[in-house]
């Protein structure tokens, strides 16, 4: 008999998420994090975006869940007091030939079923008087929340419900036997060992290594992962007023861009910017001499901010699965049964909208738990 009946590897938003469903069915379940506390990188460094899901190609689990999530999203952070705030967004065009790229991110918005709306140049800089827009996109449920809040509320729940969170447990072990995994862990005791009958692996930024344990080849799955680092700048509380709500300027392939928000806190913020790391460190500094590029692009949106207006903020790290210069990739949520691990089920890739979608994902990943 397995020591337990599922492990959820991974103690961000989405492993969060899981755990808090998947527990009310599984009392006994185990959320492993290999950091001291819950939720310290993907889920907590980001612009903690409320999505609404325009952007992502119709029928993919991005594009779903996004929209789904943030329904569930909202609701939740009503009914368990986390903070939040549907900002409203709107997205730039700034050049005539942006317009046309507006159209089709409106068209893309409507099939996934996101309200949006076309507004005019004049409407765009009565919202945002310092955004010289000629024409944008209107998303009135698109907003913001405090992360840890979140994160914090999920953690409760799971509890609740029975589940044992387990911090500073580093997967370094991942075995099938005959009839369930043996998990080994790194702790500050020692290696420990335990069987579990199902296995989720949430790990976010390590979720490639976790998966690599069991024997999955990487390569030939298409789980390596490339770590894209973003890093913001804030404005200085004399220029806060520069931006009400969330300004996105048209997007590019490999990013949302740079863009203007308010946070939870009130605090203005623009970024992220996107670097591929050529090397697997979470490195988190934000490198001053970023700033005068960064500037341009800010200026771009905001063009009374000057270089010395924005000060290092925050960076996070993002684990795509597409490598720098590929398309953009749908997540993986994967039942690995027909490679020979039945009971294990991978999340790889899980960026942006990996917040926004977190209590979708958590759906999704419980209907396919047997």
């Known amino acids: 008999m397995s020591d337990t009946s599922l492990t959820v590897i991974g103690a961000g938003a989405v492993g969060l998420a899981i755990a808090a469903r998947l527990a009310e069915r599984f009392p006994d379940l185990i959320l492993l994090e290999r950091r001291e506390h819950h939720g310290t990188e993907t889920s907590s460094r980001n612009s903690e975006v409320i999505h ?3 952007y992502y190609t119709p029928g993919s689990l991005k594009a779903r869940l996004c929209v789904e999530g943030n329904r569930l999203l909202y609701e939740y952070c009503a009914k368990h007091d986390v903070p939040h705030n549907r900002l409203t967004k709107i997205i730039v065009a700034m050049l005539t030939e942006e317009v046309a790229r507006l159209e089709r991110i409106l068209a893309t918005g409507r099939q996934n079923g996101v309200e949006l709306e076309m507004i005019t140049g004049e409407r765009s800089r009565e919202l945002e008087p310092h955004v010289p827009a000629i024409a944008a996109l209107f998303s009135p449920n698109t907003g913001v929340l405090s992360a840890h809040g979140l994160m914090d509320a999920l953690l409760l729940e799971a509890r609740s419900k029975g589940a044992t969170f387990q911090s500073s447990a580093t997967v370094v072990g991942l075995e099938k036997t005959d009839r369930d995994y043996r998990i080994s862990i790194d702790t500050p005791g020692g290696v420990e060992s335990f069987t579990s009958e199902r296995v ?22 298409g789980y390596r992962l490339h770590y894209c680092k973003g890093s913001y700048f804030s404005v200085t509380s004399a220029k806060s007023h520069v931006v009400r709500r969330l300004v996105y300027p048209v997007p590019t392939p490999v990013s949302l861009g740079v863009h203007g928000l308010v946070d939870i806190a009130g605090r203005v913020r623009f970024g992220p910017d996107a670097e591929f790391l050529k090397e697997r460190s979470l490195d988190y500094r934000v490198d001053l001499d970023k700033r005068a590029a960064f500037a341009k692009g800010v200026r771009r949106l905001v063009p009374s901010l000057t270089e010395e207006d924005l000060s290092p903020d925050i960076s996070g790290i993002r684990p795509k699965v597409q490598a720098p210069g590929e398309p953009a990739r749908d997540f993986i949520i994967r039942d690995e049964s027909d490679r020979g691990y039945p009971g294990l089920i991978n999340l790889i890739g899980i960026e942006s909208p990996g917040l926004t979608s977190c209590l979708a994902i958590a759906r999704h990943v419980d209907a396919m738990v047997s």
Not at 200 to 221: K, P, Q, S
């Open 200 to 221: 989720i692996n949430a790990a976010g930024l390590e979720c490639d290594t976790v998966a690599g344990l069991v024997g999955i080849d990487l390569d030939a799955a």
């Open 52 to 54: 609404a899901g325009m």
